[in-house]
């Protein structure tokens, strides 16, 4: 049998060295590692195990209800709930608390605070009822003029604001 140098050269070429053409463009040289497998850095797009994206944690709906104002002293005491939102809240299942004392009041079942809007929910000896600006909560003194905190909680029992004096 005849040696052929050139074909032995092809052979051993090849072996080490391929040639690969990705879509229309320049070829690349790749070498060839032990055990014959090669690795191309190829985009993303052509990754067959690609890696997740991380879905982001939803972020919760800011309620965009305050307390805007606390009136705690005289026979007509009430706290101010504004709704700064671009959007009407149903307020059924949210509260108002004084921390002093624990008095709660719970808005009624179908109470909607429009958007732009304020309610005002009275206490003391004074207090009125006039829907739906206006509720009552109680003719006893809920406020405490030394110092109180008021919290108003969501449906859900989260807290959405709190004011003290």
Same mark, same amino acid.
């Not at 690795?39 to 052509?46: C, T």
């Given at each position: 049998?005849?040696?052929?140098?050139?074909?032995?050269?092809?052979?051993? &070429?090849?072996?080490?060295?391929?040639?690969?053409?990705?879509?229309?463009?320049?070829? &690349?040289?790749?070498?060839?590692?032990?055990?014959?497998?090669?690795?191309?850095?190829?985009?993303?797009?052509?990754?067959?195990?690609?890696?997740?994206?991380?879905?982001?944690?939803?972020?919760?709906?800011?309620?965009?209800?305050?307390?805007?104002? &606390?009136?705690?002293?005289?026979?007509?005491?009430?706290?101010?709930?504004?709704?700064?939102?671009?959007?009407?809240?149903?307020?059924?299942?949210?509260?108002?608390?004084?921390?002093?004392?624990?008095?709660?009041?719970?808005?009624?079942?179908?109470?909607?605070?429009g958007a732009g809007?304020?309610?005002?929910?009275?206490?003391?000896?004074?207090?009125?009822?006039?829907?739906?600006?206006?509720?009552?909560?109680?003719?006893?003194?809920?406020?405490?003029?030394?110092?109180?905190?008021?919290?108003?909680?969501?449906d859900k029992g989260?807290?959405?604001?709190?004011?003290?004096?």
């Amino acid at each position: 049998m005849a040696f052929r140098p050139p074909v032995f050269l092809a052979v051993v &070429l090849l072996s080490t060295v391929m040639i690969a053409t990705v879509f229309g463009g320049a070829p &690349l040289l790749l070498a060839e590692e032990p055990g014959g497998f090669n690795h191309v850095n190829l985009p993303a797009i052509f990754n067959l195990h690609p890696i997740p994206t991380p879905t982001p944690t939803p972020i919760p709906p800011r309620s965009d209800l305050r307390i805007s104002c &606390l009136v705690y002293s005289g026979r007509d005491e009430y706290v101010e709930i504004s709704n700064y939102g671009a959007g009407s809240q149903d307020m059924s299942g949210w509260r108002i608390v004084s921390v002093v004392g624990d008095q709660s009041y719970w808005f009624p079942v179908g109470y909607v605070l429009g958007a732009g809007l304020y309610v005002r929910v009275h206490s003391g000896p004074d207090a009125y009822n006039d829907p739906p600006v206006d509720l009552h909560w109680t003719t006893g003194y809920v406020w405490n003029n030394g110092g109180d905190e008021a919290v108003l909680y969501d449906d859900k029992g989260s807290v959405v604001d709190r004011r003290s004096y």
